[in-house]
């Protein structure tokens, strides 16, 4: 089943400002998060990872928050631009070295 | 530029028929992968192979089977397609050494399936 799941399945940002995705996990086993991508017409494409002995991850423009204590993951945008739009999927690696999916948060970058 | 490459793009299907998905990777990675994408669903796996003749079943391998006979190719087979299977598959490849992969998949572009 899946063990990983995001909280709003559509987020609306204007461009230029911060978004924020969440996600919660519900295996306190899981130690090994990812956030991919997915443009219209294209497979997923990897962001960014994070391992639990992080609490915080950053990359180009994008972070990535861990908290633990409650099992949830948040993947930070700044400065939304409109390449930005897309379906961002968070994902956990089980203990069979499976990766699975949320059902994905569709952002959509007002002009 | 490395490359997942899915044979192809649309399929459209009657129910009954046997369905090839091809899917080959030029990364020379030993792992891969097929996931079908439904709204609302996310990514499944379907299954999942280590190695050239390895395959482990995923969480939905029921009405599909997998054939891994070269370490760049990873076929997925759906015996007699039925309409619950009209969906978008994707093939993934990752490094890693057999039985530890990295979270880093790769994937191709995926292909629609309609099963009429």
């Known amino acids: 089943g899946e063990s990983v799941g995001l909280h709003l399945p559509t987020l609306s940002v204007q461009e230029g400002d911060n978004s924020i995705i969440n996600c919660a996990y519900s295996n306190s086993a899981s130690d090994y998060f990812i956030w991919y991508k997915q443009e219209s017409g294209k497979g997923p494409q990897f962001i960014i990872d994070i391992r639990s002995n992080m609490d915080k991850r950053q990359g180009q423009r994008v972070t990535v928050l861990l908290n633990k204590t409650v099992k949830h993951l948040s993947l930070q945008i700044a400065a939304t631009q409109p390449g930005d739009s897309a379906v961002y999927f968070c994902a956990d690696l089980d203990n069979d070295y499976k990766l699975s999916f949320g059902a994905g948060t569709t952002v959509t970058v007002r002009a | 530029d490395v490359k997942v490459t899915q044979s192809s793009r649309y399929l459209v299907k009657r129910t009954g028929e046997k369905v090839f998905l091809e899917c080959v990777q030029d990364?020379?990675?030993?792992?891969m992968f097929w996931y079908r994408q439904d709204p609302g669903l996310g990514l499944r796996l379907i299954y999942f192979s280590y190695d050239v003749k390895m395959k482990e079943k995923g969480d939905i391998p029921e009405g599909y089977s997998v054939s891994r006979e070269k370490k760049e190719r990873f076929s997925l087979i759906l015996e007699s397609a039925s309409t619950n299977q009209t969906s978008m598959y994707l093939c993934?490849?990752?490094?890693?050494?057999?039985?530890?992969?990295?979270?880093?998949?790769?994937f191709g572009e995926g292909s629609r399936l309609t099963v009429l």
């Open positions: 990364m020379d990675h030993e792992n």
């Open positions: 993934a490849s990752s490094q890693g050494l057999a039985g530890v992969p990295t979270g880093e998949l790769f």
